[in-house]
């Protein structure tokens, strides 16, 4: 697991946006045995509307509505590649929707690059991201705000799959673009982004501590107390020892607002698993099929408590690492203590993955694990 994943809750909070569909699954009760999982409109109900959709040939816009919510649905129940296909089927009935429809057709896009990676299938990622981009930008309407998240998204993943150079240069248009057009808050975040890149990209630990230290102390030029303090968050985790709690004493006395919702400030390291070589090459690790659902509260004091797991699919001998860091992590305590807080119950997705690459052996193209075990996460919570 490379450094970005390591940080897994650093991605998630920061360089990953919101699911792009909204979660219909819930856990509404952990039994002794089982957890119940209720979902609001059952997959099967899901597949009838939206083939009675194409039957009946609804527009563009009721057809992609329909794949979204039936590709969520299967995403959550762990059909990836099912949920996928979904996705790339109404994409290409609806290719031609993109000047009436770019928001929605985006959203295919994202969604599909989402699961893409989930299957550690990084070039496809690749591909639906800046595909995302090229939508926006064929809307009858330009709207700039929305085409620099979509290039923010394009530098998460530049980072994600080990090209930081595009990623750099990507956010550096944003905060060019975005000051151009008085989106002072995009600016603002597009920095706090940037200022990642050092470590994340290049290890380079002093060079971001250095940058985040400047923005957690900027006023004006764009720069929000909510920027601001999620710099002091980044400097907390960035300047703890490895496997100590940093110290939140600064970020609780500070006068910009702490988040409503608590992100996550640090976590223990994954411990990746050894790369076994042979011959000079890396064997190809096992990660078909493999995912979990992870249940845990955030307490008002920002620990971690009542981890379980959910569900799982597939051999579960990388769990017990996802387990560790979830139950070792910190968030953000809520404002004011809050101390009457029941704390704030949350699900992830856990996909034990590697990525393919393209190798050649006699002249024949083929694709393979490239033997380097990664976990994706996202949120699935309400």
Excluded at 136 to 158: I, T
Excluded at 206 to 229: C, F, H, N, P, Q
Excluded at 310 to 336: A, F, I, M, N
């Amino acid at each position: 697991m490379q450094r970005v994943l390591a940080l897994g809750g650093l991605l998630v909070g920061l360089f990953t946006f919101a699911p792009a569909f909204a979660q219909q699954s819930v856990v509404s009760e952990i039994g002794e045995d089982a957890p119940i999982v209720v979902t609001a409109v059952p997959i099967e109900t899901l597949r009838r509307d939206l083939a009675q959709c194409l039957v009946d040939r609804c527009g563009a816009h009721a057809d992609m509505v329909k794949s979204l919510a039936y590709a969520e649905a299967l995403f959550v129940g762990g059909d990836y590649r099912e949920s996928r296909s979904v996705l790339a089927q109404s994409i290409g009935r609806n290719r031609d929707a993109a000047s009436l429809e770019p928001d929605l057709l985006a959203q295919l896009f994202r969604a599909s690059g989402r699961i893409s990676i989930h299957l550690g299938e990084a070039d496809r990622y690749r591909r639906d991201t800046h595909r995302i981009v090229r939508t926006l930008k064929a809307g009858a309407e330009r709207d700039e705000a929305e085409l620099l998240l979509s290039e923010l998204e394009v530098a998460e993943m530049s980072l994600k799959i080990g090209n930081p150079m595009l990623a750099q240069r990507t956010l550096d248009m944003v905060v060019r673009r975005a000051k151009a057009a008085e989106l002072d808050d995009l600016a603002a975040i597009a920095r706090l982004r940037r200022a990642l890149l050092p470590y994340l990209g290049f290890g380079n630990r002093y060079s971001t501590i250095k940058r985040l230290t400047a923005l957690s102390r900027m006023e004006g030029d764009g720069t929000t107390g909510a920027v601001r303090t999620n710099a002091k968050v980044l400097l907390a985790r960035l300047t703890a020892k490895p496997n100590e709690t940093p110290d939140l004493l600064a970020l609780l006395e500070d006068n910009d607002p702490l988040p409503a919702r608590q992100i996550m400030i640090w976590s223990p390291p994954f411990d990746p698993e050894p790369v076994i070589e042979q011959g000079g090459e890396r064997l190809t690790v096992n990660a078909h099929d493999r995912w979990a659902d992870i249940g845990f509260r955030v307490r008002a004091d920002g620990k971690v408590d009542d981890v379980t797991v959910l569900r799982r699919h597939g051999r579960g001998d990388w769990l017990e690492k996802s387990v560790t860091q979830v139950k070792g992590r910190l968030y953000s305590p809520l404002p004011g203590g809050a101390a009457d807080s029941d704390g704030d119950y949350r699900v992830e997705r856990h996909s034990f993955t590697s990525y393919f690459l393209t190798s050649a052996t006699n002249g024949v193209r083929s694709l393979k694990r490239d033997g380097v075990p990664r976990v994706e996460i996202v949120d699935l919570t309400l």
